[in-house]
């Protein structure tokens, strides 16, 4: 056994932008243009989490007005306290409930002034820097000064306020629009085609990009943000599957040898709404790969359960990216029989040995949990991974980090399909 939890990774946080995730193969972030989603109420009747938060409060005394009005906003609650202060509720769409307290909001004020903001948590904690920006765009992590940490369910802010409206949200905004324009631009690839695999409660289509070049592929599985709240395992996505569409001899070899299947954003509804980890019925997705009670779940299944079930066709490959306070792997422990046998530890390895100063931290184990992860290994006898990085790790690492998981991961399965493509007539 070997990687079993190295020392701690790079947690730093310094300033990013859009411009930063621009570069990082991003296109464009949540503007103020955004249209605003349908309330959740509506979906009540058929068992959906009713959750509708005040959209916009105005404080007409003191004149300062809050917003949660743009996809991924979300505030319980708004009130004013005797001490001037503004208190904000976070409140989750339902319990129990993992402590992923989202929040997402915009404050201006007629005047220049600075306010104190009140965080105030129901069944969670503080867990997330609070991150702002000017123009939905462009972030930056609140200064240290201005977060005074009281406990662990109330966190007070100091803003500075004025006409502009200021944009405060748990992480940098990575939301649905995001996500889809990424996956239409992939799609515009010639090697690449766009499908719509399903629907999610709220009737938000559920996007798939397939990538090869290839008649005769293996098949490789990407999946991410079935959890809201995490950011950084977007970023960590899209840096890996930019990766896999680059020119280079690499790439081109392993699109002739491979197919891609990405559902870049399996919660669409959750996101939308700024949800903490659940979907429209209240259902954490990541503990559906089993039941398969939920649209969300059954349109990822049904799109692989064809590739396993068919002898043409083989799989390799299951990745979940996520999000949880440092990067980790979550495989199966090297004594699981795996087809293709050892990839996960010599991925790792190999990870591990073209990132110094990054230590590659590793998390085994084999159950019956309904994961994805655990359901595919379950299922197709495959490396089954759950990629999750730090909620705090530097973005340019996170961005370096999977391109080179990228890039290794081509290497270790490029030539796996090299005898089979030889005899292929
Ligand atoms: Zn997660």
Not at 227 to 242: C, K, N, R, W
Request: hydrophobic share 40%.
């Amino acid at each position: 056994m070997i990687l079993i939890c190295r020392s701690m990774i790079l947690e730093v946080c310094c300033r990013w932008t859009l411009a930063t995730i621009v570069a990082l193969g991003l296109s464009r972030g949540a503007g103020a243009e955004f249209p605003v989603a349908e309330p959740a109420a509506a979906q009540a009747a058929d068992g959906a989490v009713a959750r509708v938060g005040h959209r916009a409060k105005g404080f007409e005394a003191d004149g300062v007005t809050f917003c949660s009005d743009f996809p991924s906003a979300y505030v319980s609650e708004y009130q004013r306290l005797d001490s001037g202060a503004f208190q904000l509720t976070i409140r989750p769409e339902n319990t129990p409930i993992n402590n992923s307290a989202w929040y997402a909001f915009r404050v201006k004020a007629d005047q220049p002034r600075t306010i104190d903001v009140h965080l105030t948590y129901e069944n969670g904690t503080h867990r997330y820097r609070p991150k702002i920006s000017r123009d939905g765009k462009d972030w930056s992590p609140l200064d240290d000064g201005s977060i005074q940490r009281m406990d662990r369910r109330l966190v007070v802010l100091q803003l500075d306020v004025d006409r502009q409206p200021l944009w405060v949200a748990a992480q940098e905004l990575v939301v649905r629009e995001t996500l889809e324009t990424w996956m239409s631009r992939l799609a515009e690839l010639p090697f690449a085609e766009q499908t719509v695999i399903g629907r999610s409660v709220e009737d938000r289509p559920i996007y798939q990009v397939q990538i090869t070049e290839s008649e005769d592929p293996g098949h490789v599985i990407v999946i991410g943000r079935q959890h809201p709240p995490e950011v950084t395992g977007s970023l960590g996505q899209i840096a890996f599957v930019d990766r896999l569409v680059e020119a280079d001899d690499l790439a081109v070899q392993f699109r002739r040898a491979f197919k891609l299947h990405v559902v870049g954003l399996v919660n669409p509804d959750g996101v939308d709404r700024g949800f903490w980890r659940h979907n429209v019925h209240g259902v954490d997705l990541n503990r559906d790969w089993g039941p398969f009670a939920q649209p969300e779940t059954r349109a990822v299944r049904d799109q692989v359960m064809p590739l396993h079930e068919s002898p043409d066709q083989t799989l390799y490959l299951w990745l979940d990216f996520h999000s949880t306070h440092h990067d980790v792997f979550y495989t199966q422990p090297d004594e699981a029989e795996t087809f293709p046998p050892e990839f996960t530890r010599r991925w790792l390895e190999a990870l591990d040995d073209r990132t110094p100063g990054y230590s590659v931290r590793r998390s085994s184990s084999l159950n019956d949990r309904p994961t994805s992860q655990q359901w595919a290994h379950r299922t197709f006898g495959i490396p089954a991974i759950t990629y999750e990085f730090g909620d705090n790790t530097d973005r340019e690492v996170i961005h370096r980090v999977a391109r080179i998981s990228a890039e290794e991961m081509m290497r270790l399965l490029v030539p796996l399909r090299q005898p089979v493509a030889s005899t292929t007539p």
